[in-house]
């Protein structure tokens, strides 16, 4: 699942073997229902790419609260928290997948020092 938080919306993207698809969302406020407001608070823009299974997951405790908060940061894990009674919460965290080309390097920058290392 891709996470990319920019000016216009934050956009949940998702591809595999049967369909993909994309969903937007924009800040909005809702008069007649409080709870379905979207309020977004972009610092810088941000595109990470998350594992879905894991983020299924933390949406299983979604019947407990009626707002999530989502905290994207490229120096910090994915936060997403569940406000609960009593000003307390449920958080969850979730490292970014790492991409497949950065993990190809590493593992060529490996395989290449431990040639070198043997003559």
Same mark, same amino acid.
């Given at each position: 699942m891709a996470i990319?938080?920019?000016k216009e919306g934050v956009k949940f993207a998702c591809q595999g073997d049967i369909g993909?698809?994309?969903?937007?969302?924009?800040?909005?406020?809702?008069?007649?229902?409080?709870? /379905?407001? +979207? %309020?977004?608070? *972009?610092?810088?823009?941000?595109? @990470?790419? #998350?594992?879905l299974k894991y983020l299924v997951n933390f949406c299983k405790a979604s019947g407990l609260s009626e707002s999530v908060k989502l905290c994207l940061s490229?120096?910090?894990? /994915?936060? +997403? %928290?569940?406000? *609960?009674?009593?000003?307390?919460? @449920?958080? #969850?965290?979730?490292?970014?997948?790492?991409?497949?080309?950065?993990?190809?390097y590493l593992r060529l920058q490996t395989?290449?020092?431990q040639i070198g290392d043997e003559e």
């Open positions: 990319e938080c920019t993909s698809g994309a969903v937007t969302l924009r800040q909005h406020t809702n008069v007649e229902k409080p709870a /379905l407001n +979207v %309020e977004i608070d *972009l610092s810088e823009p941000v595109a @990470l790419t #998350f594992s490229n120096e910090v894990p /994915l936060l +997403v %928290e569940y406000a *609960l009674a009593n000003n307390s919460y @449920l958080r #969850f965290y979730l490292a970014p997948k790492v991409r497949r080309r950065v993990a190809q395989n290449t020092r």
